[in-house]
């Protein structure tokens, strides 16, 4: 299994990116597809998540601002990303996992975001 996420880079404050990540190599259904970031001597947080079904949990911190989508049919989920500030500044990383028989808890390789202020 393989997750290829895509559609870091750098942006001013006030801009946008969109990110994306691609499944591949295994059967995904049921699941939960998901974004987290990692800023440098933190910990690993959960921005968004939306189940196969299309039902989302977003982060406080970026409600208003981030919208998760997925496409079950081609195994990606996006991230769309406005009004990006410095504080969004991270490795994000992308998370497919089922947490009934079968589970998988598969990651991604992670794409920098780096928003200059």
């Given at each position: 299994v393989q997750l290829q996420a895509?559609?870091?880079g750098v942006v001013q404050a006030g801009g946008?990116?969109?990110?994306?990540?691609?499944?591949?190599?295994?059967?995904?259904?049921?699941?939960?597809?998901g974004w987290y970031r990692q800023a440098?001597?933190?910990?690993?947080?959960?921005?968004?998540?939306?189940?196969?079904?299309?039902?989302t949990n977003i982060a406080d911190s970026v409600e208003?601002?981030?919208?998760?989508?997925?496409?079950?049919?081609?195994?990606?989920?996006y991230l769309q990303?406005?009004?990006l500030k410095a504080e969004d500044t991270a490795?994000?990383?992308?998370?497919?996992k089922r947490v009934w028989a079968p589970r998988y808890n598969y990651w991604g390789q992670g794409t920098q975001v780096t928003v200059s202020s």
């Open positions: 895509s559609g870091g946008s990116l969109r990110l994306s990540c691609v499944a591949s190599g295994g059967a995904f259904s049921g699941d939960i597809a440098p001597g933190k910990q690993r947080d959960m921005v968004a998540t939306v189940t196969s079904g299309g039902i208003g601002r981030f919208t998760i989508s997925r496409n079950n049919a081609e195994n990606t989920v990303m406005n009004s490795v994000y990383y992308c998370n497919f």
